[in-house]
């Protein structure tokens, strides 16, 4: 790893610890020429399917946006948010193991659908109602029929 400072390329580790979740190494380093600290982190790359909207263009997966269409369905509603981080995780999960390059934003809908479904029935239905764009009232009555069976 080159030097922050005199950019020498020959440092070495002098301590490594992993982060109390798991999900980052911390490697402090020395540089072998000036002799300075610094200090690097080292997370997995995951490289998500990019996600092809219905209109047809690609755009990069957003975990960002997962979070928001979870909060804005759970808005007010008793989900805690360790609940909503372990249903995106699932989620993104899936994404990962279905090893594709691109995926139907409908398909992500559909995967949040089914962990709303599990978590709290009202979002489930806020969710649906929007992302199954109903023209009546009908629609939503069979939707909120389902799920009180």
């Keep these: 790893m080159k030097c922050p400072f005199c950019g020498h390329v020959d440092t070495q580790v002098v301590e490594t610890r992993v982060s109390e979740e798991g999900d980052f190494v911390r490697r402090r380093r020395q540089c072998g020429a000036c002799e300075k600290r610094f200090t690097t982190y080292e997370r997995p790359e995951v490289n998500f399917p990019a996600v092809v909207k219905k209109d047809g263009r690609r755009i990069d997966y957003e975990h960002a946006k997962l979070l928001a269409s979870f909060n804005l369905a ?3 509603r008793p989900v805690s948010t360790e609940q909503v981080d372990a249903a995106i995780e699932r989620i993104e999960e899936k994404l990962l193991n279905l090893g594709v390059r691109e995926i139907q934003s409908t398909r992500i809908g559909e995967l949040v659908m ?17 992302y199954r764009n109903f023209e009546d009232i009908d629609e939503f009555k069979t939707l909120v029929d389902e799920v009180r069976r």
């Excluded at 089914?114 to 929007?130: G, N």
């Design 114 to 130: 089914r962990e709303l479904k599990k978590l709290d029935k009202v979002a489930y239905v806020r969710f649906a109602s929007v």
């Design 74 to 76: 759970l808005r007010k």
